[in-house]
């Protein structure tokens, strides 16, 4: 159980093109899902926290016109990089859990590269 | 501000070389602290929770114990399967996760 899945797991862009990353709880409820961002060989940032149905809450220094975050179900988060630049490459992380327990459950994360 | 600290930053062991790895906290209102597994370009795999102290789990050759201020993590006579990068992290009152950067456990056969 608690299986997160994102797509995609790799993506290559170039500058100033916008991508979207889905993240899905396959078999719970996620009232509350994160999204992450991790530079190599350094731990996770949270990058913001979302509640279904709600405006995501982003954390103090992430642009939230350039990081648009959408929760529109119990079991689906996506994560829109706008405008993306090669400083935005990064390997991008979800995580979701549900009000029965205080553990964040992770997707396999999605490798962004900006040309 | 919740603060994890992870040491040391690696190990190298030999296969069934048993060890601990150390996580030192400081949190406000401490609601869980949690052990992860990392392999490479891989999200983190959920391995325990922990919420007070003198609380233990075990999962295969892996224990977690906590304290007031820190939590181990002990392998038992690793294999190199465990080799990845094992993360601690905390929440507290605000119900956020904070991340230590990690340890990166090498086992060798």
């Known amino acids: 159980g608690a299986v997160v899945s994102q797509h995609p797991s790799w993506v290559i862009c170039k500058s100033g093109t916008s991508v979207k990353i889905e993240c899905r709880s396959l078999?719970?409820?996620?009232?509350?899902m994160f999204w992450y961002r991790q530079f190599p060989k350094q731990s996770l940032m949270l990058m913001a926290t979302s509640n279904e149905g709600s405006k995501a809450t982003y954390e103090q220094g992430v642009e939230k016109d350039k990081f648009l975050i959408n929760h529109a179900s119990l079991t689906l988060s996506t994560l829109t990089v706008t405008s993306a630049h090669p400083e935005d490459s990064s390997f991008y992380i979800c995580?979701?859990?549900?009000?029965?327990?205080?553990?964040?459950?992770f997707g396999p994360g999605t490798r962004l590269t900006v040309l | 501000e919740d603060q994890v600290t992870q040491s040391p930053e690696a190990l190298r062991l030999q296969e069934g070389e048993s060890s601990s790895l150390n996580c030192s906290y400081t949190v406000s209102g401490l609601r869980g602290l949690f052990w992860y597994r990392q392999d490479p370009g891989k999200g983190p795999e959920f391995l325990f929770t922990l919420y007070s102290a003198g609380e233990e789990k075990e999962k295969e050759r892996l224990k977690a114990t906590l304290t007031k201020k820190e939590s181990f993590l002990h392998i038992t006579a690793p294999k190199p399967e465990d080799s990845a990068t094992y993360l601690c992290?905390?929440?507290?009152?605000?119900?956020?996760?904070?991340f230590g950067k990690g340890i990166t456990l090498s086992v060798r056969p």
């Open positions: 992290a905390v929440s507290g009152a605000n119900s956020k996760l904070t």
């Open positions: 995580s979701a859990s549900s009000t029965r327990r205080e553990e964040q459950f």
């Open positions: 078999d719970f409820q996620a009232t509350t």
